[in-house]
């Protein structure tokens, strides 16, 4: 239940947000087209986000991931641009990457008992030294039409460009919200059969009543644009299965149990090198995605891609709720996190907010969540 609390108090600290930056922007900030933009700049960091709280609930870091987004996009453009390869397979081949780069770190980690802390330290020299080397310190671009597709592409538009709602964008809100409100009511369902603690009536109506609407309501306004983002596809993909894994499998919950306590995970039976290994490998191949998610949205490969990119990961999933010592973080929290910085980035943008104001102002808020984290914990251990 306080899970659920933290949950829903961020989600009101993102919408207050919002309403701050619609407000002192003059309505740009939810304004169709912006919209668009926001969740278009920011879908590699959710990306990201999805599989640093997987390895920071089992108790580690990932301090490599931007530079494995710069060698991804650095091999992408040797693939796609220098040797002619058809997107679909830079694609397939770079994911291939991402999964043994993955697996180079989880091995040191998990089986030479290394902290992740000094082998993704190095990881993050290594494979921004190896882009470079890949790149030669120049740029690569064009991409061909289908790869550009994967971060700067839309749905077909099912209207011809006649309409003034986009249909299938529509369509795929109201699905959304069909199946939003059937995974709510079965989740609450085996809590009861389950003997947990349930929130109240009112507020489960409430909060199913209100994200409907939201939901809708960012399908309208990217409906009156250019129609669906396919990059927010990939994205709503990667958040139910990686939710879905997380609160529902095996593997989920020998991660949390990793992260709670380590040595009673393996008393218990809990193989931790495996689980570490493969969490990864997970971020290996979710890195590459977002490496190719952000080489096609520029439309260029460069030496310096992804600098920063995993300060931000890191960010988003303590703002979303994770516990600094591990065993607790949800995907849904990491994205919520992710989305406070994205709409952080984009308000101040807008409002011409230096950068080193905005550096200011997102350490604050990390801090912040930090601060609220320790806390909490506090209160905790007095309460027992």
Not at 298 to 308: D, K, Q, R, V, Y
Request: glycine fraction near 14%; charge should be positive; include cysteine.
């Amino acid at each position: 239940m306080s899970g659920q609390l933290r949950q829903i108090g961020l989600f009101i600290a993102l919408i207050v947000i919002v309403l701050f930056f619609q407000i002192v922007t003059q309505g740009i900030t939810l304004s169709p087209r912006n919209v668009s933009n926001l969740i278009v700049q920011n879908s590699y960091i959710l990306i990201l986000a999805i599989g640093m709280v997987m390895v920071i609930i089992a108790g580690h870091i990932d301090l490599s991931v931007g530079s494995v987004v710069a060698v991804i996009g650095a091999l992408a453009g040797v693939l796609n641009n220098k040797m002619g390869m058809s997107w679909w397979m830079t694609v397939l081949l770079c994911l291939l990457a991402g999964a043994v780069i993955g697996a180079w770190q989880g091995f040191w980690i998990a089986y030479f008992h290394i902290e992740s802390f000094i082998v993704t330290l190095g990881g993050m020299l290594l494979f921004r030294g190896l882009a470079q080397i890949l790149l030669r310190n120049t740029q690569i671009s064009p991409f061909d039409d289908g790869f550009r597709a994967i971060g700067s592409g839309f749905l077909p538009d099912l209207g011809g460009g006649t309409s003034y709602l986009e249909p299938l964008t529509m369509i795929i809100g109201v699905g959304s919200v069909l199946a939003m409100i059937g995974m709510s009511v079965r989740s609450r369902r085996a809590r009861a059969k389950n003997g947990l603690t349930l929130e109240p009536i009112g507020w489960f109506t409430l909060k199913t009543v209100f994200m409907s609407v939201l939901i809708l309501g960012i399908a309208w306004l990217l409906a009156s644009y250019r129609g669906t983002p396919v990059v927010l596809i990939i994205l709503g993909v990667l958040v139910v299965a990686y939710s879905a894994v997380m609160a529902n499998s095996v593997f989920g919950r020998h991660t949390y149990a990793i992260g709670g306590n380590k040595r009673a995970a393996q008393l218990s039976g809990v193989k931790t090198d495996r689980v570490s290994f493969l969490l990864f490998v997970n971020i290996g191949v979710l890195s590459a995605l977002a490496g190719l998610v952000f080489t096609a949205q520029l439309n260029l490969a460069g030496p310096s891609a992804g600098n920063g990119f995993e300060l931000d990961a890191i960010a988003a999933v303590f703002i979303g709720g994770a516990a600094v010592s591990g065993g607790i973080g949800t995907i849904g929290g990491a994205i919520i996190g992710g989305l406070i910085i994205g709409v952080l980035n984009n308000g101040m943008t807008i409002m011409g907010v230096g950068t080193e104001w905005q550096e200011f102002i997102k350490g604050l808020v990390l801090l912040a969540a930090v601060a609220f984290d320790v806390i909490n914990k506090r209160r905790g251990e007095r309460a027992r």
